[in-house]
């Protein structure tokens, strides 16, 4: 090679040399990121598959969890508008909620709203509910606690005493009322008698409430409570028990035969 074709190479090579150096700094090159990622772009906490490729074809990454580890990608914060961290701000507590048992053990809660999610990394939320054991002890646990004892309607239908004496027969009729209960649970043994056999689970009975019957109150011991179970004895079958729970009640009214007396 001559002394012309040796200078002609070393002119061409400073010249590609030129290019190389002029591409590399002014013309832009395809970038890789979180800009590429598929929807969506960023992802909140930790991570792993929240990933992408630098230019280097390294794998950088673009979650909220890259800042601790120092690996985000390059556009990381253009492309995920990171700004400072906003913890979670929650309000006050609500009341507390009340017992859900109205007799004995059972529990309330409380709970509060959040005024300001997290952003950006920010501490997450505490608990929104609280929940604590509770002792119901409402006005109507006293009546929840009684026992109904019941017989047949055919046992006493207004009976009177014959070894009563005279002056103890006077006494101030007070009309009969109804109640109408539904049966919860029946032990085995009221199969042996064959009223009480009646008693079976969901059957509707009237119980009925004479004068004689009656309390001070002028109501019948263990009559129920609206949408809540009590409980009942059977007074000549040993061993029958069981709760029912209150549906309806009716004034100076008579059940039907084959129903049941408080006594």
């Given at each position: 090679?001559?002394?012309?074709?040796?200078?002609?190479?070393?002119?061409?090579?400073?010249?590609?040399?030129?290019?190389?150096?002029?591409?590399?700094?002014?013309v832009p090159?395809?970038?890789?990121?979180?800009?590429?990622?598929?929807?969506p772009?960023?992802?909140t906490?930790?991570?792993?598959?929240?990933f992408e490729?630098?230019?280097?074809?390294?794998?950088?990454?673009?979650?909220?969890y890259?800042?601790?580890?120092?690996d985000?990608?390059?556009?990381?914060?253009?492309?995920?508008?990171?700004?400072a961290a906003i913890?979670?701000?929650?309000?006050?507590?609500?009341?507390?909620?009340?017992?859900?048992?109205?007799c004995?053990?059972?529990s309330?809660?409380?709970?509060?709203?959040?005024?300001?999610?997290?952003?950006?990394g920010g501490?997450?939320?505490?608990d929104l509910?609280?929940?604590?054991?509770?002792f119901?002890?409402?006005?109507?646990?006293?009546?929840?606690?009684e026992?109904a004892?019941?017989?047949?309607?055919?046992?006493?239908r207004?009976f009177?005493?014959?070894?009563?004496?005279?002056h103890?027969?006077?006494?101030?009729?007070?009309?009969?009322?109804?109640?109408?209960?539904?049966?919860?649970?029946?032990?085995?043994?009221?199969?042996l008698?064959?009223?009480?056999?009646?008693?079976?689970?969901?059957?509707?009975?009237?119980?009925?409430?004479?004068?004689?019957?009656?309390?001070?109150?002028?109501?019948?011991?263990?009559?129920?409570?609206?949408?809540?179970?009590?409980?009942?004895?059977?007074?000549s079958v040993?061993?029958?028990?069981?709760?029912?729970?209150?549906e309806?009640?009716?004034?100076?009214?008579?059940c039907?035969?084959?129903?049941?007396l408080?006594?």
């Amino acid at each position: 090679m001559g002394a012309h074709g040796w200078i002609s190479a070393r002119l061409n090579f400073v010249v590609c040399g030129y290019l190389a150096f002029f591409c590399g700094h002014f013309v832009p090159q395809a970038e890789a990121g979180c800009r590429e990622r598929e929807s969506p772009n960023c992802c909140t906490g930790r991570n792993n598959e929240c990933f992408e490729y630098t230019r280097r074809k390294t794998v950088c990454y673009c979650d909220t969890y890259c800042q601790k580890t120092r690996d985000c990608c390059e556009d990381y914060r253009a492309v995920c508008l990171i700004s400072a961290a906003i913890d979670c701000v929650v309000g006050s507590w609500g009341p507390w909620s009340s017992c859900t048992s109205p007799c004995g053990v059972g529990s309330t809660e409380r709970s509060r709203q959040v005024s300001v999610p997290p952003r950006n990394g920010g501490t997450p939320c505490p608990d929104l509910k609280q929940r604590r054991g509770c002792f119901g002890n409402n006005a109507i646990c006293s009546t929840a606690k009684e026992v109904a004892k019941i017989l047949p309607d055919s046992f006493k239908r207004n009976f009177k005493d014959p070894w009563r004496r005279p002056h103890m027969l006077i006494k101030e009729e007070k009309a009969s009322y109804c109640v109408h209960l539904r049966v919860k649970q029946a032990s085995a043994a009221c199969k042996l008698k064959l009223w009480s056999a009646q008693l079976v689970r969901e059957r509707l009975v009237c119980a009925e409430c004479q004068s004689d019957a009656m309390s001070k109150s002028n109501r019948c011991g263990g009559d129920g409570l609206q949408s809540t179970r009590t409980f009942w004895a059977a007074a000549s079958v040993p061993g029958c028990h069981g709760s029912w729970i209150r549906e309806s009640s009716s004034e100076r009214c008579r059940c039907p035969p084959h129903s049941v007396l408080f006594v």
